[in-house]
């Protein structure tokens, strides 16, 4: 979430561990609540990571790919949302479709999971936090007999990596550190990641200079342009700008959004 300290007082966020058997698929379960009743409508603004999800929402469910623009969710009345946050390559057991087709797309989830998930997402609707068992159960049994997908663990393992820290600068660089081609290294992007390789090397500049900006400190733009592996300032401005919608400098100082 951009602007962490502000969302805070707006909504309430919670992470539950997934049961131990989807643990290599799935990340983490959230859950988000809201009152906003007799309040403005608020617009939360997120700069999405390279994960799909599978959102419990009304009126029904959604498979929500990588977003590579701004998502931005207009809160308003009260409700809550539970999300499976899904590692690269965790939706591919459930799934023939590679990761790119969900790219910048919401899509049913019955049209993933069946007509049951709607069902659950009733339930989800009705006791949120409750129903996290009730999402386990529902997952473990769609799942496939346990079979190794080392392509899909070698995608998260690399992503796990640059997202880790920011001294990967290029595609090249993330290829020969797995020893694989650049070719061979954008294909498993395509196949269960859902963003190009270059994508998430950049939005893994981003959110460290959003976290920075976050922290409330005053920022040496330069030195961190440098330290994110930007040719100058004016680089990370530019990208930062086309991402967040305002200029990093901005946005540290509390700018809207």
Do not use: I
């Not at 602007?3 to 966020?13: F, I, K, M, T, Y």
């Not at 009260?78 to 797309?105: E, I, M, N, S």
């Not at 007999?145 to 990596?161: F, G, K, Q, T």
């Amino acid at each position: 979430m951009l602007h962490p300290g502000r969302a805070a007082g707006v909504v309430d966020l919670a992470r539950y561990e997934p049961a131990p058997g989807l643990a290599r698929l799935v990340e983490f379960y959230w859950l988000v609540r809201w009152d906003r009743r007799g309040l403005p409508c608020h617009e939360q603004k997120v700069l999405a990571h390279p994960n799909v999800h599978l959102v419990f929402e009304a009126p029904r469910a959604g498979v929500y790919g990588v977003d590579r623009s701004l998502f931005v969710r207009r809160l308003e009345g009260a409700g809550h949302v539970l999300g499976v946050k899904f590692r690269p390559g965790g939706l591919a057991p459930f799934t023939d479709r590679p990761a790119a087709g969900f790219a910048d797309r919401v899509m049913p989830a019955a049209d993933v999971f069946g007509p049951a998930v709607d069902r659950l997402n009733e339930a989800v609707l009705r006791g949120g936090s409750e129903q996290v068992g009730s999402v386990d159960a529902f997952l473990l049994a769609r799942l496939p007999e346990p079979v190794a997908d080392h392509s899909a663990e070698l995608a998260a393992a690399m992503v796990e990596r640059v997202t880790a820290g920011s001294d990967l600068r290029r595609v090249d660089e993330l290829a020969a550190e797995f020893g694989v081609s650049v070719r061979r290294l954008q294909r498993l992007f395509a196949e269960y990641v859902g963003a190009s390789p270059k994508w998430v090397l950049r939005r893994a500049r981003l959110h460290e200079a959003a976290r920075r900006a976050d922290q409330g400190l005053d920022v040496d733009w330069a030195a961190l342009a440098a330290d994110l592996g930007y040719a100058d300032q004016a680089h990370l401005t530019r990208d930062f700008t086309a991402a967040v919608g305002m200029p990093p400098a901005r946005y540290a100082a509390g700018g809207p959004g």
